[in-house]
């Protein structure tokens, strides 16, 4: 911890919307006003009760929350030290965390008055969950997701058009997460009197990382009362994923003041941090401006942004959520970076120990918790956010296999 | 009187004209630009994310690039074009990454040794201008801010307080290069911005013909053309400098006959 250690770990942003030197809204005049004009909608939302209801509701009987908490025996036994647990938001409808944040924003768009609903997508499981809440509420829904993308996760591209979303591969730069959020921006900027952007992680503008994390908070929240409830203590470490941030978010947040708890954020190593191609924008990047926040990003000497590489496609955005680059800079959340090669070795275990065919973004955290876990005693508990599951990896798994399928 | 200022005080309205640094033969085509009859030149860094720009200056970002282009030779460009061109000003345009990857204090002194008389940062808005924007006063570099369709009348004073050089008044709301709006609604929002400040209001975005730049003289200080130029660079290359020249003589042409 730095000396200037804060009283609270929670109350971050401040009214403008930075977390510490970090966040902020560094976007074009054009979206300045939409993004006040947001902010005020959003803190109406969290002041009204009926809001909230509503997202309550939804979650529980559309969703499938409260997601489990479960013991994970096999693990615990195979790595012979530290209980695993894992908080299963796998589990949710569409199969990861990303439809808690969707909800939310759908939610904040039919109150704003918002008829036609943007998004950007990496993996696609954010285009998923955003095509999912769209036909929900009958929304029309553009999906921006890399060329590259289309190519690499073409079974959940099938899935958003199924659900009536139209899905614009995107071209420019490198054709990946980074320019399918610049394009996203781009149509918002253009249609900003009717179109709504469900920004996927707790990243862009402020009011977005807040409201992100917020939404996402559910998952901490959820399992601080589950975890004490079956074991009556907290657990001793905390592991989740980190592309853009919003599930180790989700779950670090509600625990941020119990000093106890440690945590830890697992970074994309890619082929290796001492080369250029990882994911890893806190281990290998430093602060700059993309997207609407000051926060750590992997780019050259000029500024320029480099192309984040990571097996995973919801993980190789050359960008991070700014509150982790404050919670990285006030050692509060320690962070640790897993290779391609590594995240593959834990989804094999998790596959064989638990019958759980976890996503590659969370494999990478299950391998982080492996190496923890080892050091522990058996009487210290770890809490991992399995926040997605593989069937939509399971192609990508087979070809770095060398299974035909 | 600076160089802004002078050129913002010609009998005419300004001709604004973008070209993006390192795409194509720069020095040549800024020659050709000021020759044409340019009042301002405004010199694009290039940058691999820039979220505000349409296909056309994308394309240019990324040729630019592409060739290997660096801060160092984009500032390189600009001192060279001040020797060549001692009256001319020049006002670099890009996004905050690269300006502010060795601090706001490094760029404002890199610029003001290239004897650079402005500079408009796309994505730095006036709430996150407490280091850029002081940096380059400090330095005697005007920053230019953006004033849009969407900029009501409660954030017009924080878009122009701290503003120098003139104001850029986006005609659109969109990205550039894309359409353009309807001349009462630019003529509307001028004379509302004008209400407020005494600064020289310069429109663009969506300006790509002499007839269209004619229109917005009228009811403007000044105009900004960059997407236009930047399709003949992509379209010509090496061979664009003489279409540059051709198409801002056309286009200056027909602002002063509409002046006059």
Known sequence: ?405 | MNRLQAAFSKPHPAFVAFATAGDGDTAANLDALVAGGADVIELGMPFTDPMADGPAIQSANLRSLGKGTTTADVLQMATDFRKRHPETPLVLMGYANPMIRRGAEWFALAASNADVDGVICVDIPPEEDGELGPALREKGIAPIRLATPTTDAARLPAVIEGSEGFLYYVSVAGITGKQQAAIDSIEANVSRIKQSTDLPVAVGFGVRTPEQAAEIAKVADGVVVGSAFVDLVGEFGDAAPAKLQALTSAMTSAMRAARS
């Not at chain 1, 009283?7 to 401040?14: A, E, H, I, K, L």
């Not at chain 1, 489990?68 to 409808?93: C, I, M, S």
């Not at chain 1, 609903?117 to 095509?131: C, D, F, L, M």
């Not at chain 1, 969370?362 to 918790?369: D, F, K, M, R």
Request: glycine share 12%; hydrophobic share 40%; proline share 5%.
């Open chain 1, 1 to 405: 911890m730095t000396e200037n250690t804060p009283n609270s770990f929670r109350t971050q942003p401040d009214d403008r919307g930075h977390f510490g030197e970090f966040g902020g809204r560094y976007v074009a005049e054009t979206l300045m006003p939409l993004i006040l004009d947001l902010e005020r909608e959003y803190r109406a939302a969290q002041a009204d009760p009926a809001f909230q209801a509503e997202f309550d509701d939804l979650l529980e009987h559309y969703v499938g929350r409260p997601s489990p908490l479960y013991f994970a025996e096999r693990l615990t036994e195979a790595l012979g030290g530290a209980q695993v647990w894992f908080k299963r938001d796998e589990l949710n409808h569409t199969g990861a965390h990303k439809i808690n944040n969707c909800i939310g924003q759908i939610l904040l768009a039919k109150r704003m008055g918002k008829t036609r609903i943007i998004a950007e997508t990496g993996a696609g499981q954010h285009g998923v969950a955003t095509a999912t809440v769209c036909a929900r509420f009958g929304l029309p829904c553009v999906i921006y997701m890399g060329a590259e993308d289309v190519a690499r996760q073409s079974p959940n591209v099938f899935r958003m058009k199924l659900l009536g979303a139209e899905v614009v591969p995107v071209t420019s730069g490198g054709a990946t997460l980074k320019d399918a959020m610049n394009e996203g921006l781009r149509d918002w900027v253009a249609n900003v009197h009717d179109t709504f952007y469900i920004i996927g992680t707790a990243a862009g503008p402020h009011p977005y990382p807040e409201l992100v994390r917020n939404f996402q908070s559910v998952i901490g929240t959820e399992a601080r009362a589950q975890m004490l409830a079956r074991t009556g203590r907290l657990p001793d470490l905390l592991v989740a994923c980190i592309g853009g941030g919003s599930n180790a978010l989700g779950l670090f947040h509600p625990f941020l003041d119990d000093p106890d708890v440690k945590m830890l954020g697992v970074e994309a190593a890619g082929h290796g941090l001492d080369g250029d191609e990882h994911a890893a924008s806190l281990l290998g990047g430093v602060p700059g401006v993309l997207h609407g926040n000051k926060t750590y990003l992997l780019q050259d000497e000029d500024g320029q942004i480099t192309e984040g590489h990571s097996i995973s496609a919801g993980l190789d955005y050359p960008g991070i959520g700014p509150e982790h680059a404050w919670l990285k800079e006030t050692g509060r959340v320690e962070y640790t970076a897993v290779t391609d090669e590594e995240a593959l070795e834990g989804f094999k275990l998790l596959c064989r120990t638990e019958g759980i065919i976890p996503a590659l973004e969370p494999s990478h955290a299950i391998h982080a918790v492996a190496e923890r876990a080892k050091q522990m005693s058996d009487d210290q508990i770890i809490l991992m956010n399995l926040c997605g599951r593989g069937d939509k990896d399971i192609f990508t798994v087979a070809e770095k296999l060398g299974v035909e399928m």
